[in-house]
């Protein structure tokens, strides 16, 4: 079970640095969700047209990006509120795709494709034949490999590179960054645009560990993805491990499944729950650090 905690988690690692890329631009990208499911349902589409996972994945992830990149621009051109926009691509995502699938393959149910090679587990063995360690990073599917690839990017780049800091700088205090040539919306569009691309991404590996394109398959995850950014205290790896802890309760969840002795819709509801307890925690185990003093006001 530990084992197999990196692919479970692998979506909402790549989802939730997503969101802290917008968080630490100034404003948390809501859109997470919609990405999600835009990139579950295209990239199992562009997938079968091309027959290849890997073109469908990155033409899914680049469109995306392309998209958020628009959603930011939009929002900045026209000064519309930035989570309301993010909540209406989010609710446009699941009438879109019940859409195109009803108009492309007359239902909006499971979709599969006995053609398509789904990825299978990479065995690597230098890394196997590492005591305990190679039980764990051995066997995983490639997904699990491009999140921990894509995290210890997202550190460096976070803590190590002018980038980095310019972005934080971009989120903390606009009006500073501008005084020192610092265009702050440039880098919120950035930040969206890697946030949805990271977002489709996730949508896809779902999509893919299942074998087929499930509609609902994303259940809420982009929504524990931007509680994981909260509770990693905003930094990568702390995202990282706070999407293995939802990992965890989610194989919980479905191992108690077949004991029938507590209700389905319990268990389904186990992430999220988890979510809003270790939030509260969270928050207020910053609180209490901070003293309990309140911001001055201006």
Request: hydrophobic residues 55%.
């Amino acid at each position: 079970m530990i084992a197999g905690l990196l692919t479970v988690a692998a979506p909402l690692i790549l989802a939730s640095l997503g969101g802290l890329l917008t968080e630490l631009s100034g404003t948390l990208g809501v859109f997470i969700e919609g990405f999600m499911v835009l990139g579950s349902f295209f990239a199992w589409i562009i997938a079968g047209w091309t027959g290849s996972v890997f073109a469908g994945c990155c033409i899914t992830a680049v469109c995306a990006g392309f998209v958020g990149w628009l959603l930011a621009r939009f929002v900045h051109k026209t000064g519309a509120n930035p989570f309301i926009a993010g909540l209406a691509l989010n609710l446009t995502a699941g009438g879109l795709t019940d859409s195109l699938s009803i108009a492309w393959f007359g239902t909006k149910g499971v979709l599969r494709n006995p053609d398509l090679k789904i990825p299978e587990p990479v065995h690597i063995p230098l890394i196997e034949d590492i005591p305990f360690i190679g039980r764990l990073f051995s066997g995983q599917l490639p997904f699990a490999y491009i999140a921990l690839a894509f995290t210890l990017a997202a550190a460096l780049v976070i803590g190590k590179t002018r980038l980095g800091l310019r972005l934080k700088a971009a989120g903390l205090s606009p009006e500073a960054a501008i005084d020192q040539g610092i265009y702050p919306a440039r880098y919120r569009e950035g930040a969206w645009a890697a946030a949805a691309f990271l977002a489709a991404l996730a949508g896809a590996a779902l999509t893919f560990r299942v074998g087929a394109y499930a509609p609902g398959g994303v259940a809420g995850r982009g929504w524990i993805a931007l509680a994981a950014v909260y509770l990693g205290f905003r930094n990568a790896w702390g995202c990282a491990a706070a999407s293995l802890v939802f990992a965890l309760a989610e194989r919980i969840g479905f191992i108690a499944q077949g004991l029938h002795t507590i209700p389905a819709t319990v268990l389904l509801g186990l992430p999220s729950a988890l979510a809003l307890v270790l939030f509260s925690v969270s928050q207020g185990f910053s609180a209490r650090r901070g003293g309990g003093k309140k911001p001055p006001r201006e």
